[in-house]
């Protein structure tokens, strides 16, 4: 009877952890990059989900570029299927690469979904009403407890649906308000979208970064392209202008003085 019991209680434990770890989401150990996603991407993927991630190459494949579909699924959703496949689909496993390309595709797949516009906008909307909690790099540095949307364990389950209604919501008994009458519908889907670029490491905007000024340290000059300022275009320019006004106000001294 005793090695019944212990022959029962092994398949159970055994079969515990085998379920566990299947479930167990192995988050990446440094914030995913798009630009490398897009490499994996294109080589991997693109021939059905097509290379603007519509899912115009293969039919019934996932359309990156859906809203409505996109908005309920989340990283973690992605990472599973890209591991073990969707059985019964074309969908295969890619767990034969590293687990860090599958996270940096993960990356480039939000791109489809994240148009520049709308994440610019986001952070616009972002600097001015959230920024001072969640933190400028989104990492919740700013207030105790509020959100840290850098951290993958924390934002890679998170529907980007989920933050549009915490954001329209609030969530009560804590600071993190509502937001409904503030934002626009499009202005809350902005700032969530602007919140899902903080998953990824290198996701760049033209506008300019507002930065702290930099202390140059004493020992190194400071660098002009290896040109001092006066020989570039834009210093040829400032003196020529300069040269020109002091003639011109040379010029109307002189008159003035002649014309007493
Ligand atoms: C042979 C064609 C094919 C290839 C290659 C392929 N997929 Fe898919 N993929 C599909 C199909 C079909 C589905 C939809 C399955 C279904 O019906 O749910 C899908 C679904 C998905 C989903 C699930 C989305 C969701 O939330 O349900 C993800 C994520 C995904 N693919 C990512 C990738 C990535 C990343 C690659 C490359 C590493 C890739 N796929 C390569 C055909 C493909
Ligand atoms: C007064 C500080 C404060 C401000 C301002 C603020 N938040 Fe929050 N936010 C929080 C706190 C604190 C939490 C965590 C609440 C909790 O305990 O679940 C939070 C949670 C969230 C969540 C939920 C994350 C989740 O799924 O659990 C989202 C989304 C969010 N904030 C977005 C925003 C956006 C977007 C703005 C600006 C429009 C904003 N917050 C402004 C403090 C703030």
């Known amino acids: 009877m005793g090695s019944i019991n212990w022959k029962v209680y092994f398949i159970l434990i055994s079969s515990c952890i085998i379920i566990s770890s299947a479930n167990a989401i192995d988050y990446p150990d440094e914030r995913p990059s798009i630009e490398s996603g897009k490499n994996i991407y294109l080589s991997n993927c693109a021939g059905c989900h097509g290379e603007k991630g519509d899912g115009s190459t293969f039919s019934g494949a996932f359309n990156f570029t859906n809203s409505e579909k996109i908005i309920n699924s989340n990283s973690s959703i992605f990472f599973d299927a890209i591991t073990n496949g969707i059985p019964g689909t074309a969908m295969s496993s890619f767990s034969k690469l590293p687990k860090k390309d599958r996270w940096d595709v993960i990356a480039y797949l939000w791109t489809f979904w994240i148009d520049r516009q709308s994440a610019e906008n986001g952070k616009m909307i ?93 020992t190194t000059k400071p660098q002009y392209s290896g040109k001092e300022w006066y020989n570039t275009t834009g210093g040829g320019a400032i003196i020529l202008v300069s040269a020109g006004l002091a003639i011109f106000i040379l010029y109307l001294f002189i008159r003035g003085l002649k014309e007493r």
């Open 126 to 218: 972002y600097v001015k009403n959230c920024a001072g909690c969640h933190g400028m790099l989104g990492n919740g540095y700013g207030f105790p407890e509020a959100f840290d949307f850098t951290n993958l364990s924390q934002t890679a389950s998170k529907q980007p649906s989920v933050f549009f209604d915490r954001l329209t919501q609030g969530i009560p008994g804590t600071a993190m308000r509502s937001y409904k009458s503030d934002l626009t519908e499009n202005e809350r889907w902005d700032a969530v979208k602007y919140l899902f670029t903080f998953q990824f490491s290198d996701y760049q905007f033209p506008v300019p970064q507002i930065t702290q000024p930099q202390i140059t340290p004493a």
